[in-house]
Structures are given as C-alpha cells and as structure tokens.
C-alpha cells in the first residue's frame, strides 16, 4: 500500500504541471489551426514551447524547494510582483480565451 501512495504522490505535481502545459483549449485550437494553417506555424509552437518551459520547470523546483506557492514567493520579493503576476495571469486569461 505504502508503494502506491508514493506513486501517486509523485505523479500528482507532473499531472498538475502536464495539465497547466497543454489545457483543454490547447486541444480545440490546435486542431483548428493546424486545418487553417497546416504546418506554417510549427516555428511558433516550438518558440511557445522553449519559453514556457522554463518557467514551469523551475516554478516546481522553487516550489517542492521551498515549501510555499509561487504567489507566496512573489509576495515575499514585493507586492509590485504579485501585481505583475495577477496582470500577466488576467492579460494572457482574456487574450486567449476568445471564441
């Protein structure tokens, strides 16, 4: 039993961080535009990908590191990077959930 719960508990932050890389929308538009724009953007979607990657990596390390969110991290640096965050969350939550 022991086994088990070790392996759940180290596959639960890969999940987490594999859910919050791909997202459900990721799987509609991706369709839709490689029917629009067939393999024109490539380029994109691997540049998308080298810059988010980082940030995911080392967000977890920070994370199973310290202890603590990220949020709390920022909020720890200055409330002007929770601003930033909230602002970067809010901008890319509208950017990209048009219809």
Request: with cysteine; glycine share 12%; hydrophobic share 50%.
């Amino acid at each position: 039993m022991t086994d088990r719960s070790n392996l759940w508990k180290a596959l639960g932050p890969g999940i987490l961080v594999a859910c919050a890389a791909v997202g459900g929308s990721h799987l509609v538009w991706s369709t839709r535009a490689g029917a629009e724009f067939g393999w024109s953007l490539l380029w994109l979607v691997l540049l998308a990908n080298a810059l988010k990657f980082p940030f995911f990596l080392y967000g977890q390390r920070y994370t199973a590191a310290t202890g603590e969110s990220l949020l709390a991290g920022y909020k720890r640096l200055g409330i002007g990077y929770v601003w930033i965050f909230l602002a970067v969350n809010i901008l890319t939550g509208t950017t990209t959930s048009r219809a």
